[in-house]
């Protein structure tokens, strides 16, 4: 009996870890999200001609996704599509190296054509008690200021480029105005600037069709002494931050030794009846 008894504690001490251990990214892989931004046009989007994001939304962000390192062939097509055969936008190629961790966005180009491109982003470490900030122009509108506080921190910003800062942790006050100007032509909206975090700013939409808006990105996991996989907010693959992974191993760890003193009360209890009989 307590062979058996050991034996089933055990076992369910085995399931239990494997059901919570968290999901880790491999040094191998490349991780892809991708942002939609180009309005009024929902799109199934095919990899490889595999069906991946069915009725993507403009504004949406999926992601990020853990692949292998290579080249894969992207196509935007209408929903409900049966195939990649008459794309809205594509082939496109995206080049992904091991290890690399990018955002695919989909978008205006400065004359409101349709258009792509394929943003790295830096997942580098991060001094204690900063994060980073990148703003990428992805909207069919001229060069940008970049006004925090009224004032430019970022200036001429061009479709498709991109800036990168980093501040202090705290939230800002971001707004998007025509270059030499203050007049927000976008926002003002509040930014979180987490610590040990990059915040990507989208502006996306076209300016002459009134339809300008802001997407936001969060990529975790870069303290300057790191612990943990950086991994996207939009949560389709992504990796546990490091303080869950604590909280989760921890309660598991609670529930497994509660079990295993239930069984072992429940096995003494049997024991002493069949004594006593």
């Known amino acids: 009996m307590k062979k058996i008894l050991i034996a089933g504690i055990g076992a369910g001490a085995?399931?239990?870890?494997?059901?919570?251990?968290?999901?880790?990214?491999?040094?191998?892989?490349?991780?892809?999200?991708?942002?939609?931004?180009?309005?009024?046009?929902?799109?199934d989007v095919y990899v490889n001609d595999e069906l991946t994001l069915d009725d993507f939304q403009p504004g949406d962000l999926a992601g990020p996704l853990e692949l292998p390192a290579g080249t894969y062939s992207v196509v935007l097509a209408a929903p409900d599509s049966t195939?990649?055969?008459?794309?809205?936008?594509?082939p496109i190629d995206l080049p992904l190296e091991a290890g690399g961790n990018y955002t695919a966005v989909a978008h205006l180009d400065a004359d409101g054509a349709p258009t792509a491109n394929l943003f790295t982003n830096d997942v580098s470490d991060i001094a204690a008690g900063e994060?980073?900030?990148?703003?990428?122009?992805?909207?069919?509108?001229?060069?940008?200021?970049?006004?925090?506080?009224?004032?430019?921190?970022?200036?001429?910003?061009a479709n498709p480029d991109e800036q990168t800062l980093n501040l202090p942790a705290g939230t800002v006050e971001a707004s998007v105005a025509a270059t030499g100007t203050t007049?927000?032509?976008?926002?003002?909206?509040?930014?979180?600037?987490?610590?040990?975090?990059?915040?990507?700013?989208?502006?996306?939409?076209?300016?002459?069709?009134?339809?300008?808006?802001?997407?936001?990105?969060?990529?975790?996991?870069?303290?300057?002494?790191?612990?943990?996989?950086?991994?996207?907010?939009?949560?389709?693959?992504?990796?546990?931050?490091?303080?869950?992974?604590?909280?989760?191993?921890?309660?598991?760890?609670?529930?497994?030794?509660?079990?295993?003193?239930?069984?072992?009360?429940?096995?003494?209890?049997?024991?002493?009846?069949?004594?006593?009989?």
Not at 33 to 42: A, E, Q, W
Not at 135 to 146: G, N, W
Not at 229 to 257: C, H, K, M, R, Y
């Open 131 to 157: 994060g980073r900030l990148t703003v990428r122009h992805v909207a069919a509108a001229p060069p940008v200021d970049i006004l925090a506080g009224g004032e430019a921190v970022i200036s001429n910003l």
């Open 83 to 90: 195939d990649a055969s008459e794309p809205v936008l594509g």
């Open 14 to 43: 085995l399931v239990a870890f494997g059901a919570v251990a968290p999901a880790t990214a491999s040094e191998q892989n490349a991780m892809l999200s991708v942002l939609h931004g180009i309005p009024d046009t929902p799109v």
């Open 183 to 277: 007049d927000p032509v976008l926002g003002p909206a509040p930014v979180d600037v987490a610590e040990g975090t990059l915040t990507i700013v989208y502006a996306w939409g076209s300016l002459e069709d009134e339809n300008l808006d802001l997407a936001v990105q969060t990529i975790s996991g870069m303290h300057s002494s790191p612990d943990g996989v950086p991994a996207g907010s939009a949560g389709l693959v992504a990796t546990n931050a490091p303080e869950q992974q604590f909280g989760i191993w921890a309660t598991a760890g609670l529930a497994i030794l509660a079990a295993i003193a239930l069984a072992a009360a429940a096995a003494r209890k049997a024991i002493t009846a069949k004594a006593e009989r």
